[in-house]
Structure formats: C-alpha cells, structure tokens
C-alpha cells in the first residue's frame, strides 16, 4: 500500500524519564540531512538521539532533484535504490531562447553506473524513506514535537533545553549536530549568523498534477513567448506531478503571486488553454547565496540549510547538505570512540566550508545569468545564447545553472600525497563506482566501499599472496582497513572499468575514507606508508598537540 508521506504525521512519544545518561550525538532536524546524519550514525555503532519540533515530514515537494553521488550516499544508508526506482530517471537537459532549442547537454554519456545522473523525487519521499530507515535502528531515539529553546556550553557536554507536549526537560549531548534548516534556531540561540547575498528577484514554483508527453529532461527557458522577459524551467516528478519554475521579477507580490489567480493563467500560457491539470503546491522564493563564516563551533556542528544557502537552480542545496552529513558522520564516530583527536572534526568543517563556497560561487554565477540586472548584461547573456545555437564554445558560458556535483577535498590535510603518478582521479575525490562480477552475479563496487576504511587492491603482481596477508592484518587493528580485492581471488572486473577508472596496474592499492573519498594511494603496497596515511585520514598528526583523545 503506498503511503501519503506528505500528510504523515507522527505521535509523540514522552521522553523525559529516559534522560540520566549524556549521550553521544544529538542532531537537531529530521529532515534530509538530520536523518541522514544520525542513521549513518546508527548504522555504524553511535547512540544518537534525533530532534524535531514537528511532527510530519516535508509539505510540498520543495528539494526535488536528487544527484548520482546523493544516490550513492543513500544507498550506503540503506534506501538509496528505493530512491532510484520511485524517482525520474534523467540526465538530459535542453536549454531554450525564445522559441529555440539553444542546445542539449548529457551529464552521464558513458555506461557503467549504478545510478543514474539524477533522478527527481519529492522531497517527502526522501525523508519517508529515510524515516523508515531510521525506525529499523535500534540506536537512533527519534523524537517529534521536541523543541530546541536553550543551549549551554559545558567544557565536556552541550545542554540542551528541550520543550515538549508534556513540559520540558534537559538534554546533555557530548556533541550537537544542527541540521534545523535555513532558520536553524540552533544557529540563533547561540548568536551566529550566516553572511552572504539576496538577490533582488523573485521567483514561483508550482507543481502542477498532469498527464502530459514532456520527456524526462531538463527544459530551461529565457525569455520563451509564454513568459516574456523572464526565465522558465520545466522538470518531472513520480506520480503525474511536474515541477514548473516561473521568474516573476523582484517587484513581484509575493502573497498575491501565489494566488491561483495568478498561478493558473502563467501555467496554461506554458502548456495551453485546453490544459488539464490540479495545483499541488505553490511556493515563491528569493535567491539567496550565503554561509556561516564556520561550521564547527566548539562541540555544536552546523550542516545542510543551517549552516549553507543556495538558490536552488543547480540542485546543490539538499545534495550539499547530505554530502554534509557523509563528511561528518564518521569524523563523529571516531572522535566519541577515543580513536581520534577532537581536531578531526576540524575538517569537517574546512573541507565542507569549501564546498560551501564553491556551491555559492556556481550558484551566483547561475543567477547573475539567468537575471541580469543590467543592459549591458543582458545584452551579453543574449548575444552568448545566440551564438550557442551554432560555436560550441559559447555553450560553456551559457550558465541555466551549474548542476551539483560532489566536491574533492583536495586540500585536505587529511590526504596523503601522491608518490607515484595517477592518471586517473586524485586524494579527496569520491570514489567512482565500476560494475563488477561477483561469484557470478552483477554487482557494483561501491556496495562494498565505505562505513570505515576500506582498501582496494586490484591483483595481478608477483607479490599478491605476501601483499594480501599484510593487509588481512589491516582489518584487525584499532581502526579497521578492510580490503576489496579486485581481480584473481576477489570481484571480477573483466569488463575493466574499475581498472580504468583507477588508472590500477596489477599491485595498486587505494585507501578510502568511510564516506567513499580517496585519501592516499600507491602502485604497490607498503605497509608503513598505509599506516601513516590511515593516521593522517584520522586526523593524528593534531595528536602532538592535543594529545587527549576524548573517550565517550
């Protein structure tokens, strides 16, 4: 029976007689991120205790584009093929300028993926099926209608004041995650602030309920006859809904725009007088690119909305915020473990803020496109769309928005540098994934990839039997390296696309961080050198000096 995730609504469950012990992780908001953030959590072995003032998942569709790395991310947490096969499959865009097609573009020409480049799904999909998730881990305590309204800061523990159906009660957590969106009230309890720039346009999203032959692609309209002067995107979603963006202009009312009044002649202008459709949701939104000047603040994490915006034409916002939550979880694991110094987490915040602002950058350059707020640049942006009907160098400045695609941290100071040369990727990519053979069936490399250190060995030396016992001794040490062996004795890539997208020649062997980035890599294993990049990745260099490791 299919479930109406969009009118969920949870009970609440008293919580107050369960608080005599400090917990691990709190994370405050159960939407994408907050759930993400603690199943990884949970999964992995971590108490953690997850908050929302509400008690129902998302109202609207809102984030609705969903990328190949985001998929890969939730596939690892246990629901992203469910994602995949309810969601619209796409990875073709087409841009127009008035009445022409301008070009089209393929974010994923090449075969040999798990996922596709993106799929389109509602955004209460997402946090259903991440809710279901969430309900089958024994360690994640998820609490609705619990209300974030004190903090304090201990030397060893956060605080929290919590209110409740039933009154209010302290919460102590040795670290806080905010994943609590845009307003984060985290954010505002403690005094912080996100800094950047609003944009003086407008613009209205309507999802429109219709059966209608529109491919399953991208369609960005400038300046198109039905909506003179201004921009118009067109996508498709599961179950008959599409999503249609209208630039309204910034002296557009934003109440009275979202009148059907308004809504319903704009749409028909788009698909025709004689057009069947229902209103599903209508919202208007402002651009707005902005960051926190840093994420980590003492024992208090911000991720997603909470600590980052975006306009959201590149679909980087949900995607950034659960790259967000893959970057921190394990770093979380580890530090309340004792396995690492508190300054790990210190890396999550620099790799992150630098993904942040290369969001923001793409995302400013996309809106300066799509709204010009000059002559002169409008002049351009339309001399550039005409010429890219015909020179395929004008196509590359044609900006409909930038789409999301992870970050590589590739100044992390948790990467050990390369010894030998690399064609192929470099430490801080995420790892590609590769179809393999497995005792003879199909299977994908990156199911077998991430959670905790990982190691990828790909056979064919002289030395494979001595090398493999080495690192059989890996997987038993304080922080585990689990090996995958591709090749003889391990997953058959006779296909060689894992060897290819590795650049590996008989002896290579990569190490990989827990959420699936390449942090050191060699043509033939050395033992030592394996080590010392693992207690780099783990942040052990700060041991020195901050040599506590802090014990949960």
């Known amino acids: 029976m299919d479930i109406d995730y969009q009118r969920c609504e949870f009970a609440y469950t008293p919580a107050c007689a369960r608080e005599n012990a400090r917990h691990p992780v709190v994370v405050v908001g159960a939407g994408p991120v907050g759930l993400a953030t603690a199943i990884d959590l949970a999964q992995n072995g971590v108490p953690v205790v997850l908050l929302d003032d509400d008690n129902k998942l998302s109202h609207g569709s809102r984030a609705i584009c969903f990328s190949k790395r985001t998929l890969e991310v939730f596939d690892r947490l246990g629901c992203g093929r469910r994602m995949a096969e309810k969601g619209v499959r796409w990875h073709v865009g087409r841009v127009f300028h008035r009445s022409d097609e301008v070009y089209h573009f393929d974010l994923l020409p090449e075969e040999g993926h798990q996922y596709p480049a993106f799929v389109n799904l509602q955004q209460y999909y997402v946090e259903g099926y991440l809710h279901e998730r969430a309900q089958e881990l024994p360690l994640l305590d998820l609490r609705w209608c619990s209300k974030v309204t004190g903090l304090v800061h201990h030397p060893d523990h956060v605080a929290l004041s919590v209110a409740t159906p039933e009154g209010s009660y302290t919460l102590d957590a040795q670290y806080v995650v905010a994943a609590d969106g845009g307003k984060s009230t985290v954010r505002a309890l403690m005094g912080l602030e996100s800094h950047g720039r609003t944009f003086r346009d407008r613009f209205l999203i309507a999802d429109v309920k219709m059966t209608a032959d529109f491919p399953a692609e991208r369609w960005f309209w400038f300046d198109p006859p039905f909506h003179p002067g201004q921009s118009v995107l067109l996508h498709r979603q599961p ?32 698909l025709g007088e004689d057009a069947r459709f229902e209103l ?35 679909a980087r916002g949900a995607n950034s915020g659960v790259q967000d939550a893959d970057n921190l ?17 210190d890396s999550y915040a620099r790799e992150r803020e630098a993904a942040a602002d290369e969001n923001i950058l793409n995302s400013t350059r996309s809106t300066d496109f799509i709204t010009p707020k000059s002559a002169v640049s409008r002049l351009f942006r339309d001399a550039v769309l005409q010429l890219a009907k015909e020179q395929p160098f004008a196509r590359k400045l044609v900006n409909s928005g930038r789409l999301s695609t992870p970050t590589t941290y590739a100044d992390s100071p948790l990467n050990t540098p390369d010894a030998e040369r690399f064609a192929a990727l470099r430490p801080g990519a995420p790892a590609p994934d590769a179809p393999l053979r497995n005792m003879g069936h199909d299977d994908w490399l990156l199911r077998h990839l991430g959670g905790g250190f990982t190691g990828l060995y790909f056979t064919g030396g002289a030395e494979d039997a001595e090398v493999l016992r080495q690192l059989d001794a890996l997987a038993q040490e304080a922080i585990p390296v689990h090996t995958v062996v591709i ?18 020649t008989p002896g290579s062997f990569y190490l990989l961080r827990p959420d699936q980035h390449i942090c050191a890599r060699w043509r033939k294993v050395d033992l030592q050198a394996v080590r010392a990049a693992l207690a780099r990745a783990c942040g052990k260099e700060a041991v020195q000096a901050q040599p506590e490791l802090e014990h949960a």
Not at 289 to 312: E, I, K, N, Q, Y
Not at 329 to 345: D, H, I, R, T
């Open 487 to 504: 090749g003889a004795g391990g997953f058959d890539d006779s296909a060689g696309l894992c060897a290819a997208r590795y650049d590996a």
């Open 280 to 314: 599903e949701w209508v919202s208007v939104y402002s651009f707005c690119c902005l960051r926190m000047d840093s994420f980590r603040h003492g024992r208090v994490l911000f991720a997603g909305d909470a600590a980052h915006g975006v306009s959201p034409f590149g």
């Open 239 to 270: 179950d008959n809904i599409w999503r249609i963006d209208f630039q309204l202009g910034w002296d557009a009312d934003p109440v009275l725009e979202k009148t059907p009044e308004r809504v319903i002649p704009r749409i028909r202008a788009l």
């Open 329 to 345: 979880a394990w770093k979380l694991k580890l530090v309340v473990e004792g396995k690492a110094p508190q300054s790990l987490l």
